[in-house]
């Protein structure tokens, strides 16, 4: 009797372990790469930045094996139309999370909840400019409607207005009507205000005397002479600065030369190297399509191109079944280490067979291709030096003054960095790019000075010359041609206060019409 109950025990305890297995240990997602600040400010809807609107959304996505966020969808979106949803949804390509685990294994298919909150840092607190002579206000805002600075200021904040509106294409079109409208209604005497604060800054910052100074020089013959041929001027300035730079990029051609091998002919290493490489399958290939004139452009180091040099590179690669190529290799290139096997690389994904060959077997065979980068050079025109004379020196003072050599530095500075991280080259290559250009640069620029120069002398008399080399040179002038950085970080702050201001009468004029509640 209990040997039979005994096992009919044990037969009893393997019928339930059967029935009920052990559980599998699950391990919900947890975050490897959640949101940050950054990230909310770069996905911020423009719109509702611009209304002062804050935002709450809840993502529903798919955690797949590796972590990564995928089918996100938005389940919730506080307040609605304003493009928080999209924008949630597009931030949540750049996070990720550890996947879900099976007993401690990566499995696909975890679903998680991710709420995603938008806000704002908060406004500073409002400018309070210092007493102003009430006598000094009217002078200064006639000085800041007189130099354009009004209209410039307003034409910027106008625009700001037309870039929120194209970029609300994700948004609710009524919703954005309604905001549009708001921040409008908010701007009705934008232009009021706007010259009322830029008047503020302006008796803040100037003298009396100096406000003077400055209204005199607005309304005298040379001031209005400039203004008359403004746009004269502008044709003329950009064409001396189209000059420079063909000027310079042919000498810095000229430098990066020197330093390192722009000789496109095949050398004897080239020669060995190519003979040593297995025949092609595909000996006289047929294409349906090649890279366009700007595919074969953009496919090459920006170097080689701002410097206008040519190149070429024989690749072998593998034909795909649709016609493409894959698994491309470079047997040869020349220039040698001027990035033109790596372009070459580039350029080849726009290659596809004629149908005719694949017709006859040709995907998986091997074709050698030919890839060449020709651009004609530009040898500009030697500059020739103006005349010596006094106006010339006073011209040039004048456009000292005006930051032109600052300005010059400024793009050597950019020019070197882009250079100096051009793809496709190696680390000397890079480097001597970017000091050719750099340094050809700098000793171009007495040429573009005096080009520049020889435009005020053409348009100025001796004495308009006089006035306006005295004025440049001084405080007021330096004020005027946006150069008193005391002035620019009181005049920006003085924006930031309208604006704070806008946000608050648009907000309030906006969500009466719309609930702008998060709860």
Known sequence: MRAGFFAVGLAALAVAGAAHPAQPHVTPPDWLR??????????????????????????????DIKGLLDDCQSLSAKPAGLGFAAAAVSMSH??????????????????????????LAADDARLVLPPVAPALLNPARQAAELSGLV????????????????????????VVTDALAALRDARTDDRTRLANAVAGAIAVRL????ISQWLAYLKSPGARKLAADNETIARA??????????RTMARARETFCRRQDCVTDIDLAGMRQLAQAEAPIIDRPVWAQEPSPAQAQSAFPLSIQAFRLSGWAILQCRVTAPGGLEACEVLVQGPRRLGFGAGALRAARAYRLSPDLLAQGAAGDTVNVPVFFQTPRDNP????????????????QIVRAQGLAERDQQLGDVGQRLFSSDRGLDDAVRRDAGEAFRGALIEDFPNLLDAQAAIYVATLTPAQLTDLAAFTQSPTGRLAGGRDEGFNRLLAAVLADLEAEDRAITRASFCRLRDCRLD
């Open 381 to 396: 025109s030697a500059a020739i030096p103006p005349k010596p004379s006094r106006e010339l020196n006073l011209a040039r």
């Open 34 to 63: 959640r949101p940050d600040a950054t990230d909310i400010a770069d996905a911020y809807p423009p719109v509702a930045r611009a209304l002062g609107v804050e935002g709450r959304v809840v993502i529903g996505c798919k955690v």
């Open 207 to 210: 003298t009396t005397a100096e």
């Open 94 to 119: 750049g996070f990720q999370m550890t996947p879900t685990l099976v007993d401690g294994k990566p499995v696909e298919g975890g679903r998680v909840r991710i709420p995603v909150r938008f806000t």
């Open 237 to 246: 300035t950009a064409a001396v600065q189209v000059a420079h730079i063909r």
């Open 151 to 174: 209209d410039r200021l307003a034409a910027i904040r106008a625009s700001e207005l037309d870039a929120i509106d194209a970029d609300s294409l994700a948004s609710d079109p009524a």
